[in-house]
């Protein structure tokens, strides 16, 4: 069942170690498929190196598995909250990647310092607050999501035009139009953590990018108006 979806979402998933973003079991994608509302995800704690297509888990809304003898990835709850969330988004990804994680450790958003950036992301990529004592130990993984969305509500931010987030103490949640651009758009994020952390090493001061160039370099990409690449 969902043969192409799974593999889409094992090709995601795969991605993860070789752009450097989840060692060890640490990363999880998913895909989507709102027709059938069935998400596959990664199968939880097995090691990239003994993964194949068929593992991928299928879960429903609930995250009650329905294809699958594996156990589906322990954040299953967190995608299903952002795929309810942003009817747009298509794959979602889950990370601790070295840069955008000490950002989320410190509890600072990754503000927009240049081009790179505003290539990626229509503004900074939000961190969110803490999860309480009691959201910890109601339904956890639940309430990271719910956090996260939260967020994106009560800022009035685009999940379609900021394509990820860090959670507080925590890591990264990225998402696309479908897994492979979710697990992109989480070496994205990466990469210009990285950008902002060396930056800042070199001018602790330094300021965010004027909004006019910030607008430029977004919209020339992603508006409607867009000319990048080689169109449609």
């Given at each position: 069942?969902?043969?192409?979806?799974?593999?889409?979402?094992?090709?995601?998933?795969?991605l993860l170690p070789e752009y450097g973003l989840a060692p060890f079991t640490w990363g999880n994608a998913s895909g989507v498929d709102r027709k059938n509302n069935i998400i596959v995800i990664k199968p939880s704690g097995v090691p990239y190196p003994e993964l194949t297509w068929e593992m991928m888990v299928v879960v429903d809304f609930d995250g009650n598995?329905?294809?699958?003898?594996?156990?589906?990835?322990?954040d299953t709850l967190t995608h299903i909250e952002l795929y309810n969330a942003f009817?747009?988004?298509?794959?979602?990804?889950?990370?601790h990647s070295k840069y955008a994680t000490a950002f989320a450790q410190s509890g600072r958003p990754i503000p927009p310092l240049g081009t790179t950036h505003a290539d990626f992301s229509y503004g900074a990529?939000?961190?969110?607050?803490?999860l309480t004592e009691e959201e910890i130990n109601s339904a956890y993984e639940k309430n990271t999501g719910?956090?996260?969305?939260?967020?994106?509500?009560?800022?009035?931010?685009?999940?379609?035009?900021?394509?990820?987030?860090?959670?507080?103490?925590?890591?990264?949640f990225a998402w696309g139009k479908n897994p492979v651009k979710a697990t992109e758009n989480a070496a994205t994020l990466e990469i210009v953590a990285e950008m902002?952390?060396?930056?800042?090493?070199?001018?602790?001061?330094?300021?965010?990018?004027?909004?006019?160039?910030?607008?430029?370099?977004?919209?020339?990409?992603h508006g409607k108006n867009a000319y990048y690449g080689q169109g449609k």
């Open positions: 069942m969902f043969e192409e979806l799974k593999k889409e979402v094992y090709r995601a998933n795969m598995v329905i294809d699958s003898k594996y156990n589906p990835s322990s009817p747009e988004i298509g794959g979602a990804v889950h990370t990529v939000p961190c969110t607050r803490s719910v956090v996260i969305c939260n967020h994106f509500k009560d800022n009035k931010l685009d999940a379609n035009a900021v394509p990820g987030v860090l959670v507080r103490s925590h890591g990264v902002a952390l060396n930056t800042f090493i070199l001018k602790s001061d330094v300021s965010d990018i004027d909004s006019y160039l910030l607008d430029k370099h977004y919209l020339r990409k």
